[in-house]
């Protein structure tokens, strides 16, 4: 088992009361210097507030439907809040 298998079987288990939120991690290049960096951005709702979700597994679910529909190839992240 991988290091986040563990870490996600560890938070399925328990019952800590978290909220999960989505970062989307765009990559930006500067032609004139091919320097390339990246910029993470906070998902939002349709009403500009942070998108949050209860539990891991529906924030896991929904960044791997953003990350499979993807064709910029940016990668998506769920963090705790």
């Known amino acids: 088992m991988t290091f ?4 996600l079987n560890f938070v399925r288990k328990s019952n800590i009361i978290m909220s999960y939120c989505i970062i989307k991690n765009i990559k930006v290049e500067n032609k004139d210097t091919n320097i390339h960096k990246i910029l993470p951005v906070i998902l939002l709702d349709n009403q500009d507030e942070v998108l949050e979700f209860e539990n891991f597994d529906e924030a896991e679910k929904f960044r791997v439907l953003l990350q499979k ?3 910029s190839n ?3 992240l769920v963090k705790q809040i």
């Open 74 to 76: 940016h990668e998506y």
């Open 69 to 71: 529909n993807s064709d």
């Open 4 to 7: 986040y298998q563990n870490i």
